[in-house]
């Protein structure tokens, strides 16, 4: 295929090197000129071109990961010395899952959080209305806020430690 492209966007260039008045005026079919014909072999041409692999790569697991953690910076210490690994492989899928299935992720969980809501939210809201309710505080400036947000220690938490405790927010 790309032998084929190319030989016929080598002539056709040829030629229009040869008399350029060839290059925009003559049409090889009814209203494809030769610069039509250029671009479409030379399209042929450089994706038939990326699609030979090359004989000289020779598949290495374990140098390919080097080059990722060489990108990401993250490699786990069970991972060192088993990089070829199976095991590596599939740890490494979960982390980095294919496009393909995040987008399918994605569309169902437009498609399922309605219906989740729906079931677990009507006896959920009593509470998320009383924690609303008790932990909004109106602070001057910056309007109404929760006041986990203000770091509020005598309220929330232990004023010598200064952690405050969350384990008060509602959980359904």
Known sequence: MAFI??????????????D????????ITPHRT???YIGVF???????????PDTHNVFDPEILMREVIRH????PTEWKDNLHSVKVHAEFGQLFAMKAMIFVQEILSVVLTPLVLWFSLPGCAPAITDFFREFTV?????????????FD?????????GISFLFLIPVC
């Open 138 to 150: 109106h602070i001057d400036g910056l309007g109404y806020v929760c006041s986990f947000a203000v």
């Open 5 to 18: 492209a190319g030989s016929f966007a080598a002539v056709l260039l040829l030629a229009s090197l040869v």
């Open 20 to 27: 350029p008045d060839l290059f925009l005026n003559f049409e």
């Open 42 to 52: 030379a399209t042929i041409l450089a994706v038939s071109r990326s699609m030979i």
């Open 153 to 161: 220690f005598k309220r929330h938490g232990n004023v010598n430690v």
């Open 72 to 75: 990401t910076h993250y490699m």
């Open 34 to 36: 030769v610069l039509f």
